[in-house]
């Protein structure tokens, strides 16, 4: 059965900021995952931030400008979590290559999985369009990123 990588909170593991999840329970959804052996990973936690933890965004360019060294993550308090955000999409790169992953469903509007948008870096809730890091790494290296609600059976 092929492999296919799935945001961990997505499948019910409470491992987002806040220490809740985001269980997508749709029935294409639900379909989608018994059609695959599906890895749950988190690259968050993979990075080495804590749950819960504090908010962050990226801050003063894209996901691609944070993997080339010129744009942060900073959390709500101002906290540089950038090293974090980088390990974390590493460490899921690293996954899929030896797993043979070629497709991930990532959860929307994460600073690390967002696939279409994100948040505007300003902590004011305002989405705009852009790419977690996570999302980022992986598109670069050939790898398919969907969110949760494109599921196409």
């Known amino acids: 059965m092929e492999k296919v990588l799935v945001s961990a909170c997505l499948m019910g593991q409470k ?42 965004e990226i801050v003063g360019g894209t996901s691609s400008d944070v993997l080339a060294g010129k744009a942060k993550v900073l ?23 030896e797993q043979g992953i070629t497709q991930a469903f990532l959860t929307e509007k994460s600073p690390s999985c967002g696939s279409s948008q994100v948040y505007n870096g300003a902590f004011s809730g305002t989405k705009i369009i852009g790419q977690g890091i996570t999302t980022a790494l992986l598109r ?6 969907h969110n949760q609600h494109q599921v196409n059976l």
Not at 17 to 32: I, T
Not at 80 to 97: I, S
Not at 140 to 145: E, S
């Open 75 to 97: 959390s709500k308090d101002g906290v540089d979590v950038t090293d974090a955000f980088v390990k974390g999409a590493q460490k899921t790169l690293q996954l899929c290559l």
């Open 15 to 56: 491992v987002r900021y806040d220490g809740s999840d985001v269980k997508e329970e749709s029935d294409a959804f639900q379909q989608l995952v018994s059609m695959y052996d599906v890895v749950a990973f988190c690259p968050e936690v993979a990075g080495g931030l804590p749950i819960p933890r504090v908010p962050a």
């Open 140 to 145: 670069q290296n050939g790898i398919t990123v």
